[in-house]
């Protein structure tokens, strides 16, 4: 069974434009997270999609949104972005929404802010 | 909000020395999860503790969850050079939210 696949894998932009990342989950799983990963600050929680529907969402300024396709296929998007934004964004698949699911994670989209 | 608090922060060993790590969280959990992310890698779940006192053991690991279901530690006996990563906790209140994680490094 495929991995969770994340496109693209590296990512350079200019402050002020906008930038789109997509996931694509295992196979069968209709949860879709986004983490944002910084050095020092861990795994910071973006947000959660189920069946095309946000469930929950981080503690990020609107300029994140995301939303979730028919086939769990996910997409992030930051818009009029900052020098600050620059990190490894990480998506995780699991199963569904119990707590009890593991999450599988992508390799990640590396975005650099200049 | 929920947080979750894991030290030390970085940790280096000699290989073949001892290796804890320590998770707390503001809140009751229901499980928590436990995460390894190599360097230049991607997290990977690596158990899952769910009742209260919970240990639980993966060859030279050991998990423990604690009575109150609020802290949890990981262990490992006698590092190798292979252990090298950061280890992240995981608990879920409404999302799953990660720990900082403690980087371990070992020099042999």
């Known amino acids: 069974k495929a991995g969770v696949t994340q496109t693209p894998r590296y990512l350079i932009k200019t402050r002020g434009q906008q930038v789109t990342l997509s996931c694509s989950p295992i196979s069968g799983h209709r949860s879709v997270s986004w983490y944002q990963q910084t050095p020092g600050q861990g795994l910071q929680f973006l947000f959660e999609y189920f069946s095309e529907t946000q469930r929950n969402k981080g503690n990020f300024p609107g300029r994140f949104s995301g939303r979730q396709f028919s086939n769990s296929r996910s997409e992030m998007n930051v818009s009029t972005l900052e020098l600050g934004d620059s990190a490894l964004y990480l998506c995780?698949?699991?199963?569904?929404?119990?707590?009890?699911?593991?999450?599988?994670f992508g390799p990640g989209t590396r975005l650099t802010v200049t | 909000g929920q947080q979750v608090m894991q030290i030390p922060q970085y940790q280096h060993v000699q290989e073949g020395e001892d290796f804890t790590t320590y998770c707390n969280s503001s809140t009751t959990l229901s499980n928590i999860q436990w995460y390894k992310q190599r360097p230049g890698g991607h997290p990977v779940f690596l158990i899952q503790l769910v009742k209260s006192g919970e240990v639980k053991k993966q060859k030279r690991l050991t998990f423990q969850f604690g009575e109150a279901k609020k802290n949890s530690s990981l262990h490992i006996t006698a590092t190798q050079t292979t252990d090298v990563g950061t280890y992240f906790c995981a608990g879920r209140a409404a999302a799953l939210i990660f720990g900082k994680g403690t980087t371990l490094s070992v020099s042999s």
């Open positions: 995780a698949s699991s199963l569904g929404r119990r707590s009890s699911y593991e999450q599988y």
